[in-house]
């Protein structure tokens, strides 16, 4: 094999695993991403959420309540993918493993007084600071949907 045809060969593999991380959260630009429901801005990244479809681009949302909003117009949910940036370390985390709170006292980008932990017991002392209840599962928050009820 020529240097030539191993270094595109190379690059060829390097640029295969690029693609495999669109299987992860997507980036967001603070205060250069678009919420793809409202269209704000996203500012603050704690609130931030996402969801991808499969075969499709992720869509990002800068408050929960934008990502329950859209997610009603969708059909199938069970191979989506959800994202859910902690409120405590703005760090995503997969949709399975959040727990979120929902409060009229939490302030919001949108109002939707949505907020996801990745612990449990911070989303209970989260609840309890922001006289809010706990939402224990993705499928209860669809449920409850965008006005929390």
């Not at 992720?58 to 069970?78: N, P």
């Not at 760090?91 to 006292?105: K, L, N, Q, T």
Request: with cysteine.
């Amino acid at each position: 094999m020529t240097p030539l045809i191993r270094i595109l060969t190379m690059l060829a593999m390097i640029a295969g695993g690029a693609c495999g991380a669109s299987d992860g959260p997507p980036r967001i630009e603070v205060d250069r991403t678009s919420c793809a429901h409202c269209g704000m801005l996203i500012s603050e990244r704690g609130f931030a959420a996402a969801y991808r479809s499969p075969g499709s681009n992720a869509r990002v949302f800068d408050d929960i309540a934008c990502l329950l909003e859209e997610v009603a117009t969708e059909g199938d949910r069970s191979d989506m993918r959800f994202w859910f940036h902690d409120v405590a370390s703005s760090e995503w985390i997969e949709g399975a493993g959040a727990v979120f709170v929902h409060s009229a006292r939490l302030r919001t980008p949108m109002a939707g007084g949505f907020v996801a932990y990745s612990d449990a017991a911070a989303a209970e002392r989260g609840a309890v600071e922001h006289q809010g209840r706990v939402i224990r599962s993705l499928g209860e928050l669809f449920t409850e949907g965008p006005d929390g009820r």
